[in-house]
């Protein structure tokens, strides 16, 4: 199998054309896809399983000392088959520990007409903005219309992208932004609010903020429940995307029976 990888002398941005396999790193692939083509995408690929025209992924997921694989793999009919697989590391307490990202991968693209290997991508990008544009589809589909303040806790990649992804579907004016460092929580709002130009306000008193808010976003790798239904107004959004396993655990339990639950996939 011929492989060939997307660099030098290509151009950034520009990918080689050829019959073999290509090989995306991570900077390819964020060369090469914006959060807005993202969530088109997902919102694309949510309405063809929602109308039954293509069929629920599979999913393994095994657990490791500090952290855990995930491996997911799909098929999806665009005008032709496609299949892709990820395979997910994901070890939260390697930044402070070795200076590693906490999500590293690989996602590989097949023509499912054939099995022809079409692409070898780094996954952590992708990831990181489907992340986000799931979310962003389903502010789009569940939050008020007339939303316009939001709290992000977990200030790290994770929630840099969930913000964006928010002002991608909402007129936010201001943001509060929560971490259990002050500090990532006030660079956060720093460089945030003069990218996204409105108003990004860090906070240690995460219930006073989320009674402010219309939207809340928990992206951390919590173990101990720390939204509770008592600092939550009837009518708001929360989208709890950390708790990716069940040892993990962002919202009380009572807030989640007193709630209105939507998934994308109830098995998972």
Known sequence: ??????????????????????????????????????????????????????????????????????????????????????????????????????????IVLSDAENGRPLAVMDSMEITSLRTGAATAVAVKHLARKNSRV???????????????????????EKAYAYDMLGERASRFANELSAALRIEITAVTDLSHAVRQSDVCITCTPSRRYFLQRQDVRPGTFIAAIGADNPEKQELEPALMTDSKIVVDILEQ
Do not use: W
């Open 1 to 106: 199998m011929k492989t060939f990888a997307v660099a030098a002398p290509a151009r950034r941005g520009e990918c080689v054309k050829a019959k073999g396999t290509l090989l995306l790193t991570r900077q390819d692939v964020r060369s090469l896809l914006s959060l807005d083509e993202c969530i088109m995408a997902v919102e694309g690929a949510f309405r063809l399983y929602g109308e039954g025209k293509t069929a629920a992924p599979g999913i393994l997921g095994i657990h490791a000392r500090e952290g855990g694989f995930h491996i997911k793999a799909g098929l999806l009919e665009l005008g032709r088959n496609y299949f892709a697989a990820k395979v997910n590391a994901n070890f939260p307490g390697n930044g402070t520990r070795l200076g590693l990202p906490t999500i590293q991968g690989v």
């Open 150 to 172: 939001a709290t992000i806790c977990g200030c790290g990649d994770q929630g840099r992208i969930q913000l964006r992804a928010l002002v991608n579907v909402l007129r936010l």
